[in-house]
């Protein structure tokens, strides 16, 4: 029963949401009732990858990463316009409010989860941009966050995420076990999480290093159960498979971007256009102050 209110309370969200998209999308709308001129560029430099361009060659630096840029040159192979970059916002958008919808009713039921869920929307809609990278980095922080949280927060038992050895119950000297609750049917939870920090790497490099921050101190204290050698192990491993599926997922777009460029471009000098690491370094710490203030007045 509660499977079924579940599914048709996200049925009744994508409607509306759908509902709400066919009007907003050709309206051009950034937002429900936000500022109209920050339009999205990513279609545009996407078309410029049709006639054999890459990403961060000579001419054609930049300090955003490339899947927002990959994704319209991908999905729209003879040139995109501005409706399609609105779409696919707009898609992330609401793929944002549908994921986390699914993942809230687990826990606050299908009710709770929707009437959330309805309230967030007008908020969320409200944002003063329509930029293709900000939503996407939003609903890949969203998978991130869940996919975290999966691995962590139903854990009580002593076995870690990664193989270990346990004493089997003859006495024996023991067997392979893993993956969440020491259960090798979950073993697959470690993986989409690094693969959903990779992807975010690839969208937006601000925000996935601060989510890649916020995950590895999660793993690296929770689950309590755990020692913290196998929580170490979790983090080490985490930490690797992120690394490798970045490199895979880049060198197999190799046809649209230069490997070496986008090191150098993103991540060692993507912070010149706001101040460089120091500058941005302090305000992160002045934002964190003042997010610190708010919730110890709440």
Same mark, same amino acid.
């Given at each position: 029963?509660?499977?079924?209110?579940?599914?048709?309370?996200?049925?009744?969200?994508?409607? /509306?949401?759908?509902?709400?998209?066919?009007?907003?999308?050709?309206?051009?709308?950034?937002?429900?009732?936000?500022?109209?001129?920050?339009?999205?560029?990513?279609?545009?430099?996407?078309?410029?990858?049709?006639?054999?361009?890459?990403?961060?060659?000579?001419?054609?630096?930049?300090?955003?990463?490339?899947?927002?840029?990959?994704?319209?040159?991908?999905?729209?192979?003879?040139?995109?316009?501005?409706?399609?970059?609105?779409?696919?916002?707009?898609?992330?958008?609401?793929?944002?409010?549908?994921?986390?919808?699914?993942?809230?009713?687990?826990?606050?039921?299908? +009710?709770?989860?929707?009437?959330?869920? /309805?309230?967030?929307?007008?908020?969320?809609?409200?944002?003063?941009?329509?930029?293709?990278?900000?939503?996407?980095?939003?609903?890949?922080?969203?998978?991130?966050?869940?996919?975290?949280?999966?691995?962590?927060?139903?854990?009580? +038992?002593?076995?870690?995420?990664?193989?270990?050895?346990?004493?089997?119950?003859?006495?024996?000297?023991?067997?392979?076990? +893993?993956?969440?609750?020491? +259960?090798?049917?979950?073993?697959?939870?470690?993986?989409?999480?690094?693969?959903? /920090?990779?992807?975010?790497?690839?969208?937006?490099?601000?925000?996935?290093?601060?989510?890649?921050?916020?995950?590895? /101190?999660?793993?690296?204290?929770?689950?309590?159960?755990?020692?913290?050698?196998?929580?170490?192990?979790?983090?080490?491993?985490?930490?690797? %498979?992120?690394?490798?599926?970045?490199?895979?997922?880049?060198?197999?777009?190799?046809?649209?971007?230069?490997?070496?460029?986008?090191?150098?471009?993103?991540?060692?000098?993507?912070?010149?256009?706001?101040?460089?690491?120091?500058?941005?370094?302090?305000? %992160?710490?002045?934002?964190?102050?003042?997010?610190?203030?708010?919730?110890?007045?709440?």
């Amino acid at each position: 029963m509660k499977s079924t209110q579940r599914w048709l309370a996200l049925v009744l969200l994508a409607l /509306l949401l759908a509902s709400l998209g066919a009007v907003i999308v050709p309206a051009h709308w950034n937002s429900i009732w936000g500022d109209r001129d920050f339009t999205d560029w990513s279609v545009p430099i996407a078309n410029r990858l049709h006639d054999g361009t890459r990403l961060y060659t000579e001419g054609f630096h930049s300090p955003m990463p490339p899947l927002p840029f990959i994704l319209p040159r991908l999905l729209f192979p003879h040139g995109g316009i501005w409706l399609d970059g609105n779409l696919l916002n707009y898609t992330f958008q609401s793929g944002m409010v549908l994921l986390l919808f699914w993942a809230f009713s687990r826990r606050l039921g299908a +009710s709770a989860a929707l009437v959330t869920a /309805l309230a967030a929307i007008p908020v969320y809609l409200a944002m003063p941009k329509t930029m293709l990278y900000d939503s996407m980095a939003q609903f890949l922080v969203a998978a991130t966050g869940i996919a975290a949280a999966s691995l962590v927060g139903r854990d009580k +038992s002593k076995h870690p995420l990664t193989p270990s050895l346990s004493p089997s119950p003859s006495g024996g000297e023991g067997e392979m076990e +893993s993956a969440v609750g020491g +259960s090798g049917r979950q073993w697959w939870k470690l993986p989409v999480l690094a693969l959903s /920090l990779a992807l975010l790497l690839l969208t937006k490099q601000n925000t996935a290093i601060g989510a890649l921050l916020g995950v590895s /101190l999660l793993l690296l204290f929770l689950p309590w159960s755990q020692t913290f050698r196998c929580r170490c192990a979790n983090l080490a491993i985490m930490l690797l %498979l992120t690394v490798v599926i970045f490199c895979a997922i880049a060198l197999a777009f190799r046809q649209f971007l230069s490997f070496r460029g986008l090191i150098h471009d993103v991540f060692l000098t993507g912070s010149e256009p706001k101040g460089g690491p120091v500058r941005i370094i302090k305000s %992160l710490l002045i934002y964190n102050m003042q997010i610190a203030i708010v919730a110890a007045a709440l």
